[in-house]
């Protein structure tokens, strides 16, 4: 490997205005997408209209279709190749909220706050009601209130209180965190029983006993059941949602409410206090296609012998549906639509072909990345590899919100630090210097690791990801950091577009053990 | 003063344990309260009954009198004498929101968050239709959209971008911020030509175009404004609201949006996307009794000859309507009303007389203040008083939120530094060791300053007050924090006890100069 990398040092021709540890790059090209990325850029625009113009990009719903057509349009206009929506399997049921009205009405009338849960069902119209406040640790305890919850809403007691921050919403990492970042080790594979520790045994009580109450719910017929969503301020986080599956088990119309509101009504009615509420909660289910589907473009390559190797960038397009998933994660699709906009407009013709794919239902289980990678490159599973698995050199990855790119988590992969290191080296001055041998999880490229191509998601700002907008009903267009946007588009352009050119294909580690041997 | 002073510490009797800059500290009776205040608190539960149980407490409406009948039910209860509601003079009407609901239909479906602006009407019942976007620099700029807005619902453009904060929302007193209030100089009285400023104009522009756009919709017969609130996240700061006089000007319905929410609905509008909105805003006004009424409670004095003088304490016990009023006041109220009880409950018989006072209206103008000092001490216009001015000894405050007592603002009023210090001086370990000369504005001790009473307000944490609870949607229970208002409660109530056992009365400052005359 190194003596590749020196011979194609000497071999560099005068385009290659600077050689940095055996890597070549190109200082002209960078200045290019340096130029385009930073002062003429159309991230802002891109992201407005996955957001504000699309609303939220839940997986199967009418307005995440919305999305993926005025991307394909927008891909097409701008001159890419095979732009399409690619089936990547079976999904389920599209679902979208079509009415979101609850209040106190009883001590005193006031609006709440709260979520429908995904994939919840309508309340039965209008409705209008006691509030019953349970108090079940087992499920033994459900028996007192048989037959008393017939259309009533219900909410669970809890010893919640929240609790307020004391450190800022917004965060940049620190040049102190990002040099700690940079000397972790590989993490060793841990195993143990944890399927036999007390927290595990506590937790599978708690699972039993909420799907007992789930179950309880529907026999009583409870007309809207209130659970807590995490979060304060009027910041409501959702959680996973019921089930999108056609067969899934029918469940409660369900409200992620409030940390505030829910805890008024708890106390009043802890207190003895009579709380009674009205609601109009009308959500959709959408059953005429339940397929799932990824945008796919490309820059075709023009090198004969590398045209068929393929450099991939992409960033989940689906979002949750409480706000428009601005930063989880129209962020990285603006940012992953722009890179390959700034490529495009700087004239490149890549050796290699360059691939953008917005992969959809992430949030459900990377399901729209694990579905392609199946479908073009092997299962995890057996480790049985297609054709394809050999010619890709890289998948980059954007999912961590609106933070700039500050380096590159490694995933375990020590070759590619040198190469990374010179790619970085250009934008020094716009504060990503950082490689992390560490893995980081949770997102896509964690689809195209497990099947031995290497794949990354760079180091981001975690900016109000984590405080205000993950999944939550405040994950708008507002929060997006136009500046920090323009970097990464930049950044990504770059690493892109050396991969494409670079001699050989980006080293890879040694190949994963089939998971289902473990 | 100086004399008496010293002559009391001399004939200190035993029971007075300490003696600190010649005021005298009943360390036995400090220890009584602390016992009391610290250990047997009724804060939270008295907070708990004037927020989630009686809802938002704004002048006139029936939840304010709600809370004003539990307040005297429990302070006749605790047996207190005079219990009343006294009325300090005309308010205007009463209102209550009785509906609230407001949601995006096109370009897809998203409910908002959004707080009827108080005092503004209902709309025609549920009502539909296109947002229309208005630029409008000048008056004139209006003409355009004249015949097309009947019925529609109405946004105004901004400049505005949501301004995230860097900073913790919660904060209190760093050692060096009370020490640099401890070291101010008493505020100078400031004159100048405001009113001919660059600034002044601006704002008197601004004014008149509102007023203008004001009666511009009305005449259009606009279905609902749209205003922006202040506030990110979800939180919702409410503004002064329309006029409560019997005699108002119409307005236009109202909803002061979540800055998220109006933002998003601009960008669409100013971007060509059509937007419809369905809304449900019902109000109600409530005519039937237009006065305004404090809360007064009193422990009566023993001693022959001071019995007659009285120690006032107070907090304004209304509040904004988008939440409960929890930091601003039902804290400042239950402290007060806990400081009551624990003077009660050790037993405590008064040389002077001990009144609380819970006002109303302060929202509006400190009005319920006013009119109480109106109608018992004198008119700061005129600076004709009445012979009960001579009998106040003090009037202390709180309306700082939830945060903890650090000190008093002595308002200008040097002659109380060596007793305040004294008196202070036991609370050292609870963290209220700061006097500072300054003047605290925007609250009712400043009724009593104005009528050469002396009147103060505590140095409090800051907490959240300002960056999420002040006026606010999320003002709940939820932000009070309950060791920090059993210490307020302790140490007020051992401020009160000293006033009224001291051979004298507080020293006063210069009377002010009558208003009318500036």
Redesign the interface.
């Known amino acids: 490997m190194k003596k590749t990398l020196l011979f194609t040092a000497l071999m560099a021709s005068s385009t290659l205005s600077a050689v940095f540890a055996q890597e070549t790059v190109d200082q002209a090209m960078v200045q290019k997408i340096r130029e385009e990325g930073l002062n003429h850029s159309q991230v802002m625009k891109t992201a407005?209209y996955l957001t504000?113009?699309?609303?939220?990009r839940l997986s199967g719903s009418p307005?995440l279709r919305h999305a993926q057509e005025w991307a394909m349009g927008q891909l097409k206009t701008q001159g890419f190749s095979n732009v399409a929506l690619e089936p990547w399997g079976k999904f389920g049921r599209g679902w979208?909220?079509?009415?979101?009205?609850a209040?106190i009405t009883v001590?005193?009338?006031?609006?709440i706050?709260a979520i429908p849960k995904a994939w919840t069902p309508s309340t039965a119209g209008p409705i209008k009601g006691d509030v019953v406040l349970i108090k079940a640790d087992t499920i033994t305890d459900l028996d007192q209130y048989k037959g008393k919850l017939a259309g009533k809403i219900v909410i669970t007691d809890t010893k919640n209180?929240?609790t307020?921050?004391?450190?800022?919403?917004?965060k940049r990492y620190t040049d102190e965190e990002l040099a700690k970042m940079a000397e972790e080790q590989p993490a060793t594979e841990r195993r143990g029983n944890r399927g036999n520790s007390p927290q595990m045994a506590a937790f599978m009580r708690l699972r039993a006993l909420r799907q007992a109450l789930s179950e309880f719910f529907i026999t009583e017929k409870v007309g809207l059941v209130l659970s807590q969503g995490r979060g304060?301020?009027?910041?409501?986080f959702t959680t996973n949602g019921a089930s999108y599956a056609t067969d899934a088990k029918p469940v409660t119309p369900e409200l992620e409410t409030?940390?505030?509101d829910y805890?008024?009504i708890v106390?009043?009615l802890r207190?003895g206090?009579n709380v009674q509420m009205e609601a109009d909660v009308q959500t959709k289910f959408y059953d005429n296609d339940l397929q799932g589907y990824d945008v796919v473009a490309e820059i075709p390559g023009t090198d004969r012998k590398l045209k068929d190797q393929v450099v991939i960038i992409g960033a989940h397009f689906d979002s949750w549906h409480a706000?428009?998933g601005a930063t989880d994660n129209a962020a990285g699709s603006a940012v992953m639509m722009e890179a390959m906009r700034i490529l495009k407009t700087v004239g490149f013709k890549p050796k290699r072909t360059i691939r953008l794919v917005l992969w959809t239902s992430e949030e459900q289980g990377l399901f729209g990345s694990r579905g392609y990678v199946a479908n073009h490159f092997g299962d995890p599973k057996t480790m049985q590899l297609k054709p394809e698995q050999a010619k890709v050199s890289a998948y980059y990855n954007l999912d961590n919100g609106t933070g700039k790119i500050r380096g590159v988590y490694m995933q375990g992969n020590k070759g590619v630090e040198p190469i990374f290191k010179a790619w970085l080296e250009p934008f020094k001055d716009l504060g990503a210097t950082t490689l992390t041998i560490s893995n980081t999880g949770g997102t896509d490229h964690l689809s195209f690791d497990a099947v031995g191509i290497p794949g990354f998601q760079f180091i981001q700002d975690p900016m109000?990801y984590g405080t205000?907008t993950h999944h939550s009903?405040?994950d708008?267009?507002?929060?997006l950091v136009e500046d920090d946007l323009k970097q990464s588009a930049t950044i990504v352009a770059s690493f892109v577009y050396h991969t494409s050119q670079r001699p050989e294909m980006l080293p890879r580690k040694e190949l994963p053990k089939p998971t289902a041997a473990n």
Chains 1, 2 share one sequence.
């Open positions: 407005f504000d113009v699309s609303g939220p307005e979208q909220v079509q009415k979101n009205y209040a001590p005193y009338y006031h609006a706050i209180t929240l307020r921050s004391t450190t800022p919403d917004l304060t301020d009027g910041t409501v409030s940390g505030e805890l008024r106390r009043l207190g206090i706000a428009t109000d205000r009903n405040q708008t267009y507002d929060r």
